[in-house]
């Protein structure tokens, strides 16, 4: 299985409903799946030969986007109307934990940069898009978090907690995920969701390997 299959599974059983009706996580996986692609080939998260400095290095970098991230998605008016709970599922603390496992006290995390370019999440469709990213890495990152610890020795405790999901509820904690994205989909616009997903791929990867700039001489 390839790392991109691996870190945006589709939920339990909708494979077979798929062949016949795609469902929504099947779109959003097919209208991302380029952009999905082209940034885990750049993750050096299953590399054998990944060092500890360069994961130090990886989770860094996702604490300064997951940060300002959930900062916005905090300040969104729509999750009442929505019906969804996302502050158990939030990132950052996980991101936090390992940071201080890795060696940073509070002063060097604090003195991390953090993205500024973000998802413009304008409507509830591209705040269910941006979901459908975070929530499928979270699922996704379970596979990492097993490499982590069989090559570098990092556990949910020591270092890993953000690969590790939610351990043994983050499957049925995906099925959920699909539950919810499947009911409200049917109330929003397919185009902003795909549109909210393909931002967060796209400002995630920028945030991550900015672009080399222009050579204009």
């Not at 209208?31 to 990944?50: F, G, I, K, M, N």
């Amino acid at each position: 299985m390839s790392q991109a299959a691996a870190q945006y599974p589709r939920a339990a059983g909708c494979q077979g409903a798929a062949a016949a009706a795609p469902t929504i996580l099947s779109r959003l996986k097919h209208a991302t799946r380029v952009r999905h692609a082209a940034l885990e080939q750049r993750l050096p998260l299953l590399d054998p030969r990944l060092s500890s400095t360069a994961y130090r290095d990886c989770v860094r970098g996702f604490f300064g986007y997951y940060g300002p991230l959930e900062a916005r998605l905090r300040s969104l008016p729509w999750w009442e109307a929505l019906g969804f709970d996302y502050q158990p599922r939030r990132k950052t603390p996980r991101l936090l934990h390992d940071l201080h496992a890795l060696g940073h006290d509070s002063t060097a995390v604090g003195a991390l940069p953090l993205c500024q370019a973000l998802p413009a999440l304008a409507t509830p469709g591209q705040l269910l898009g941006c979901l459908y990213v975070i929530e499928g890495a979270t699922l996704g990152g379970r596979i990492i978090g097993r490499h982590l610890e069989a090559s570098l020795g990092f556990t949910a405790e020591r270092g890993a907690a953000f690969f590790s999901g939610y351990g043994a509820a983050t499957g049925p904690l995906w099925q959920a995920f699909g539950e919810f994205l499947r009911l409200r989909a049917a109330d929003n616009d397919e185009a902003e969701i795909i549109s909210g997903a393909a931002q967060t791929f796209d400002t995630l990867a920028c945030w991550l390997y900015p672009p080399l700039p222009l050579d204009t001489k």
